[in-house]
């Protein structure tokens, strides 16, 4: 292996707790086109069994880490082209392991514009900057006196010009850049202002009027609130250091006048006049814009993490199953459009009533749904979240109470991305006779009968999980769920007979052109009998069958393996396995009994090790279990529709619908999600919300607070009823974070976000490139 991929393959083995042959040999599968979950499952002996959790980071780290080599290399090209490579600095280039490091150094020999030191150098004023710094005994005024010119009239000019140019020498020092910066991120502070006149228009972010906290401590959904309230022009943002300091010398110019060595003579007092000068103009905006970025992108980076994990718990959600659904998506004026589907998700009816103003059809409305019901033997009925939900649920019930039983379920889901994929060119495709407004009602019974099937074909940034999902950075953001999405239906495994294209498409190795001609190849010639008839699907090779075939269920097919997820290429091993029971494949399966006399090691041979001999016992002992959580509804407790019939105290159950870092957020069925705060999720201390609570849960719950104007729930899941939750987005566990420092002189008035040179400066670094 050549030096830089050891390099990699080291630095990450050290980051996911591997070894660098480990993590080399996984390198070598995804160089060679294999994907993350097909690692993870069918080559643990190659990868000494590294998870999948482990999988997607060694790949991220990965393309951050050949980047990095690419920017060095290119970096050191350019130096070296100059003529300004040296032993010493190859060597510093050579150790840096982050592209903000590498561009520090980079900073000096960098191409850029004129700037004001290189037109003083131009006018000959490098040698009175360099005599300075070199001997500060003499006065630097009387030096200046010897580089006056036609361009430079007197010793003020020569001296802002020798300024200039060790204020540049100052910017571009890697090493003292560090210092600084490492300085500000243990003492700085984050402080938010409403802008002057914007407090009515402004009122969502009152918790950020005056605010001020630790900039190291402040956690990520409180950051996105403010920079969000300063891109909306409500609130002043800034990073405030040493501001409480009441010596002539702040702490951070002493900091730079210890790193020139800063003494008494009078080319040191010169000296400290040009460090607190470019302190001001300069390293204090550039240090605080380097802090904004780095506190975006490291709460950027938490709300992906959230909004990922959110969307697994979602779509790893229990299915109701096989059972006929009807789907209802709730309107008032424009009616519920209605939708039932058969026990496979077929549409077998749609139509649309108008029991709300101004038709108030209600008798109508029932009898219609009763006859729905009867006629296609309906088992459950899934209703959306949306505007018009509890309406449209206490009809449904007033109608159901006149059934005889058996009566169907209902449940309330969300509807979240519904709208969207009733617009999409997938919905199109998939219903080009449907109405557009119905095809959102057929989304809502599928996704009760299989939330992974359904919302595989809506946008995963469209399903809304996630909190301040449109402020983070949208390509990570897409790549982090694409991989939750490909990671669960991988998981789950897919019936390669009944899949839709969308869902085809998420199976490791295939994508959209693959997934839609296995199901123009199934429409055309029926269903697949087996696996291997996958090879006859038009461009679809041996190395695409091999990434896929693992992940693809045949249930009741010519080869009963095909219902597992034994992969083919070890069909050898499982088959020995069966044969030492004397049994049929067939019979063997489930029979859990039988199988655990086995000895595992027995069956391991040169290419099947351990790990893999045990999958394939577990999996012929539970042939194709699915890993999701049995089905369970919430029930909404009737007469409580709207926030204002919330009384504290009231006990109710709901579901989790999203999970942040300070809490969880529960529907109780009145169209605004309550907050269970972190503190409030258990009778202990719960430092990550998820260990308790997650997606798609049913919990009980009390309600603490009403806040009707804001539109703020507070409950509890404590046993003893808890107090009154935090009525501000800051966890409790964080009230020391947001002690303000007392600051010695009053603050400078706050300009609006989007004037002055720190908002005009703020505003081009929150850019993405």
């Given at each position: 292996m050549a030096p830089t991929p050891l390099k990699i393959a080291n630095l990450i083995a050290a980051e996911i707790k591997a070894t660098s042959a480990q993590v080399s040999a996984a390198v070598a599968l995804i160089d060679e086109g294999a994907t993350v979950p097909f690692i993870a499952r069918y080559r643990k002996e190659v990868t000494g069994g590294l998870d999948d959790t482990q999988l997607r980071t060694l790949s991220e780290r990965l393309t951050y880490l050949r980047e990095l080599e690419a920017r060095r290399a290119s970096i050191l090209e350019s130096i070296a082209g100059q003529g300004k490579l040296t032993d010493e600095l190859s060597a510093k280039i050579a150790a840096v392991t982050t592209k903000a490091e590498l561009e520090d150094i980079y900073l000096p020999y960098k191409p850029k514009r004129r700037t004001k030191a290189e037109i003083a150098r131009e006018r000959g004023l490098g040698p009175l900057a360099e005599q300075i710094l070199a001997d500060r005994a003499p006065v630097p005024a009387e030096l200046a006196e010897t580089f006056l010119s036609a361009e430079v009239p007197d010793v003020k000019a020569a001296l802002e010009g020798a300024r200039d140019i060790v204020a540049e020498q100052f910017t571009e020092n890697a090493d003292l850049l560090k210092r600084l910066r490492d300085y500000m991120k243990d003492n700085a502070f984050l402080r938010s202002r409403v802008v002057e006149g914007k407090k009515e228009a402004g009122a969502k972010f009152s918790d950020y009027f005056d605010h001020t906290e630790r900039w190291a401590t402040v956690p990520g959904h409180r950051a996105l609130a403010m920079l969000r309230g300063w891109n909306e022009e409500f609130l002043s943002v800034d990073i405030v250091v040493d501001q409480d300091?009441?010596?002539?010398?702040?702490?951070?110019?002493?900091?730079?006048?210890?790193?020139?060595?800063?003494?008494?003579?009078?080319?040191?007092?010169?000296?400290?006049?040009?460090?607190?000068?470019?302190?001001?103009?300069?390293?204090?905006?550039?240090?605080?814009?380097?802090?904004?970025?780095?506190?975006?992108?490291?709460?950027?980076?938490?709300?992906?993490?959230?909004?990922?994990?959110?969307?697994?718990?979602?779509?790893?959600?229990a299915p109701a199953g096989t059972r006929a659904t009807m789907g209802l998506d709730p309107g008032i004026r424009t009616g519920v459009k209605v939708a039932v589907v058969d026990n496979t998700g077929k549409v077998v009816e749609t139509t649309t009533v108008y029991p709300f103003p101004p038709k108030n059809d209600v008798r109508g409305t029932q009898a219609?749904?009763?006859?729905?019901?009867?006629?296609?033997?309906?088992?459950?009925?899934?209703?959306?979240?949306?505007?018009?939900?509890?309406?449209?649920?206490?009809?449904?019930?007033?109608?159901?109470?006149?059934?005889?039983?058996?009566?169907?379920?209902?449940?309330?889901?969300?509807?979240?991305?519904?709208?969207?994929?009733?617009?999409?060119?997938?919905?199109?495709?998939?219903?080009?006779?449907?109405?557009?407004?119905?095809?959102?009602?057929?989304?809502?019974?599928?996704?009760?009968?299989?939330?992974?099937?359904?919302?595989?074909?809506?946008?995963?940034?469209?399903?809304?999980?996630?909190?301040?999902?449109?402020?983070?950075?949208?390509?990570?953001?897409?790549?982090?769920?694409?991989?939750?999405?490909?990671?669960?239906?991988?998981?789950?495994?897919?019936?390669?007979?009944?899949?839709?294209?969308?869902?085809?498409?998420?199976?490791?190795g295939l994508g959209k052109s693959s997934a839609e001609a296995i199901v123009a190849h199934r429409d055309a010639n029926g269903p697949f009998e087996s696996r291997k008839e996958l090879m006859k699907v038009p461009r679809l090779g041996a190395r695409t069958f091999e990434q896929c075939a693992g992940f693809l269920r045949i249930p009741n097919g010519k080869e009963p393996l095909d219902a597992s997820s034994v992969h083919p290429e070890a069909y050898g091993v499982a088959k020995k396995i069966v044969a030492a029971c004397g049994?049929?494949?067939?019979?063997?399966?489930?029979?859990?009994?039988?199988?655990?006399?086995?000895?595992?090691?027995?069956?391991?041979?040169?290419r099947f090790g351990l790990p893999t001999v045990k999958d394939i016992l577990a999996e012929l002992e539970k042939p194709g279990r699915d890993p999701r959580p049995e089905f369970r509804t919430a029930t909404f407790a009737d007469g409580v529709d709207d926030i204002k019939d919330l009384k504290v105290g009231m006990l109710l159950e709901g579901t989790v619908t999203n999970v942040a870092a300070f809490g969880a957020f529960v529907d109780i069925g009145v169209h605004q999600d309550g907050l269970v705060h972190v503190s409030q999720l258990a009778d202990r201390f719960v430092k990550d919300p998820h260990e308790v609570v997650k997606a798609g849960d049913v919990v009980k719950v009390r309600v603490t607070e009403v806040d009707v104007p804001r539109k703020r729930i507070g409950l509890t899941m404590r046993k003893?009823?808890?107090?009154?939750?935090?009525?501000?987005?800051?966890?409790?566990?964080?009230?020391?974070?947001q002690m303000k420092p007392k600051f010695s002189q009053a603050a400078p008035k706050q300009q609006a976000p989007a004037q002055g040179a720190f908002g005009a400066a703020l505003a081009e670094a929150m850019k993405r490139k």
């Open positions: 300091s009441t010596e002539a010398v702040k702490p951070v110019e002493r900091i730079i006048a210890s790193f020139y060595a800063i003494g008494t003579k009078p080319g040191d007092r010169w000296l400290a006049e040009v460090i607190g000068w470019t302190w001001r103009v300069k390293l204090s905006m550039s240090l605080s814009l380097d802090l904004m970025r780095e506190m975006r992108e490291r709460s950027e980076e938490e709300a992906i993490r959230v909004f990922a994990r959110n969307l697994k718990d979602l779509l790893l959600a219609e749904l009763a006859s729905l019901i009867r006629k296609h033997k309906v088992e459950l009925i899934s209703i959306g979240n949306g505007t018009g939900s509890r309406e449209t649920e206490r009809l449904v019930a007033d109608m159901l109470a006149q059934l005889p039983a058996p009566k169907p379920t209902k449940v309330i889901v969300s509807e979240a991305g519904a709208s969207v994929y009733s617009a999409s060119e997938t919905a199109a495709a998939e219903f080009p006779n449907l109405d557009v407004s119905l095809r959102g009602a057929v989304s809502i019974a599928r996704r009760l009968q299989d939330p992974l099937a359904e919302l595989v074909k809506i946008e995963p940034k469209s399903i809304g999980v996630g909190q301040y999902q449109h402020d983070v950075d949208q390509g990570k953001l897409s790549r982090s769920l694409d991989a939750v999405v490909e990671d669960a239906v991988n998981a789950v495994g897919v019936d390669l007979n009944t899949a839709s294209a969308p869902l085809l498409a998420r199976v490791s049994r049929d494949v067939r019979t063997l399966m489930g029979d859990s009994a039988a199988l655990k006399t086995l000895d595992p090691k027995v069956f391991v041979d040169e003893d009823g808890g107090a009154p939750a935090a009525r501000d987005n800051a966890p409790r566990g964080d009230r020391n974070a």
